[in-house]
């Protein structure tokens, strides 16, 4: 018999329906020659220097730098009873081969890998690898399933990631808070993007705008722009007031007309980032916001494709597929009928500006899947609506034509004054105007200061301007960090670049990857560090304090960029994973050394009543009686920061909500914490006939248990009464 091992609950039900694995179980599922279980996220993780030592209960610096001569991993208490039901089929005698079908990417190997070992299996092991949750995609994946050693170099890049965050973390972390005697929060990829941020602001403080001038000399059907050999600005208004005296109402002669066809071609195919830039740009979602939705539309809607992925690419052997997809979008959703019909009637743009196998990694760009052709009939929320039109519309207009128009560039001289101008007119609209009937107004549409001039201009012609204006203009400051350019920067590891093929070759040198830079931002937001001014992120009064204090070498984004380069070899095999782990031993040792020299800065951080100053508390921990807050995995204590830290949580990960399909929101939680338990609830038994239920919560030490109690209506009328 095979076991199938996938990431979360709601993964197992759609491989389970697909397969015909339809008896329900404790934890489980079986039928048509199978069982499939699931993890709820990391069942295992890395234990923390007090389960190598017990000294290292109490944070000291004479203990740093802790490095463990080999990491030992725990079992994540919140889900033993998950992990115990995984271990007892992994290791049973009726299992022969194992199949891997967690995410398809570095963290989802990581997943499975530590269980597999924690667990003692030696069993065979096959590798699903799917970049869409459709019942075509699982079949096929299925039908050509992979030896999972295959993977076992991308294993070793996600443990190094997580030993390697570990030892920075841990480390850096103790460090500064005994130093400074307050909780700190430092990480090996988080304090450089933090560090960009408060560097960011500094810039924009101490910016002082300077006031420079321009000269605009207007005709009948066009303005120039007087420049030199440094440009168009002028520093000293009196010396523009003489150009202007000087050329006005003067004769001037067109010296240049130069005119030449050009084009702007279309934008690369989406992958996260570039996902979550256009999600903030155009919605003003933040970058977790626009990841939780393209998961919900690629996980239980299954019209998109695996969103964590960082190639903008498609593969070759997806070409054939392309036609058809296009007839889809026209079906389910007849806004593109026009777009999709133009297109095919002048053939599909299909260059290695989609089609590039050399630059597709795990999975390819992110498209919509065939399901699209049902959208009619799929009531979408409305962010998930949202970025559905994003993909969609990237989709189609990669396969349009690019846009073309005639550029015409004048220079005239006046009273030997230099003036010039440039004329764009659109011949070929192409992707621009599709883009345009999809999106309305674009995500990035540029300024269009190049009008068309209409007459006929000549080189040696003379003409008289109207008028000849001044401009008073300032100097800007730089631009405060959105989430969309933060997520550029971070990409780039601080590099400015625009270019789309450039920046998209710069991706293996970035801070983070696309499936972890949401969570950074998220991070950096819920410990206080950084704060949401509408669309802008700032840097609190804590924030720039810690980035004053810690030492240089971990504010760098280039150095992080280095090593996320160093993990992406690891994966090809051009690095050894000790290799790595050896440089990062030497990074926290030297960070550790020159943070003990290094005198103390007189910094007051604030308390943590800081941290929770924009988040409602639901009701007090009934283990310590700090307050309970609500964040995306649930509900925790904000005594978590404490010495020894508190571990109440109620998390919806939690086996009694996932396999019943019960929704944790705020009612509940507050029931659970000011009663001990929940009001009847109706869910699907077995049979799929609805049964009540309430939910119990019962404290053992320091761990929270559920208990499952049924009761019939009558009962609960009469309670209800």
Known sequence: MKLIITEKPSVAKDVARVLDINKRNNGYMTGNGYIITWCIG??????????YDVKLKSWSMDTLPIFPRKFKRVINEATKEQYDIVKRLINSDKIDEVICATDAGREGQLIFGYVYITAGCKKPVKRLWISSMTDEAIKEGFNKLKDNKEYYLLYQSAKSRSEADWLVGINATRLFSVKYNQKLTIGRVQTPTLAMIVQRKNEVDNFKPAPFYEIQANFDNFSATW??????????????????????????????????????????????TELQRDGNKKYGYTAEQTLEAAQTLYEKFKLTTYPRTDSRYLSTDMKPKLKGLLLNIKTGYKVAASCVDKIIEQGLNMDKRIINDKKITDHHAIIVTD????????????????????????????????????????????ENENFKTRGKKITVPGWKETESIL???????????????????????????QEIKLLEKKTSPPKLYTEATL??????????????????????????????????????????????????????????NLINLVPEKLKKPDL???????????????????????????????????GKRS??????????????????????????????????????????????????GIWKSFKVFSENDIELNKNMAKEFLEKGKSKFVKVASDNDEEKNIAISMKINGTYTNFEIEEKKDSIIEEESK
């Open 599 to 648: 005198r103390i800065i007189n910094i007051n951080f604030k308390n943590n009543s800081n941290f929770k100053s924009n988040k409602e508390s639901i009701g007090k921990c009934p283990l310590c009686g700090k307050d309970v807050y609500e964040c995306e995995k649930g509900y925790y204590c904000s005594g978590f920061r404490n010495y020894p830290k508190c571990k109440f």
């Open 439 to 465: 999106l309305g107004k674009t995500v990035n549409s540029d300024d269009e200061n190049e009008k068309e001039i209409k007459n006929t201009v000549k080189k040696n012609d003379k003409l008289t301007p």
């Open 227 to 272: 420049f030199n050999e440094d440009g168009t600005r002028i520093k000293q208004k009196e010396k523009a007031q003489e150009i202007i005296n000087k050329c006005e109402s003067k004769e001037g002669i067109v010296t240049k007309v130069a005119k030449k066809k050009a084009r702007t071609d279309r934008p690369l195919l989406y992958d996260l």
């Open 560 to 594: 992080t960029g280095e090593w996320e380069q160093s993990l992406n070899k690891i994966t090809s095999g051009d690095e050894q994973a000790r290799d790595f782990i050896f440089n990062i031993k030497k990074y926290v040792y030297d960070v550790i050394n020159e």
């Open 487 to 544: 997520l550029t920067a971070m990409e780039t590891a601080g590099k400015q670049i625009e270019d789309d093929e450039l920046r998209d070759d710069m991706k293996g040198i970035g801070l983070g990857t696309p499936a972890t830079r949401a969570g950074i931002i998220e991070k950096l937001v819920s410990v206080g560090y950084i704060k949401r001014n509408k669309k802008n992120l700032l840097p609190t009064e804590n924030g720039i």
């Open 371 to 414: 399901n699209i052709r049902n959208l009619a009939n799929v009531k979408l929320p409305e962010r998930e609506k949202n970025i559905l039109k994003l993909v969609m519309t990237r989709f189609v207009v990669t396969l349009d034509k690019k846009q073309e128009y005639d550029q015409t560039d004048i220079e005239l001289i006046i």
């Open 42 to 51: 990391h069942l295992i993780q890395l234990a923390m220097p007090e389960e």
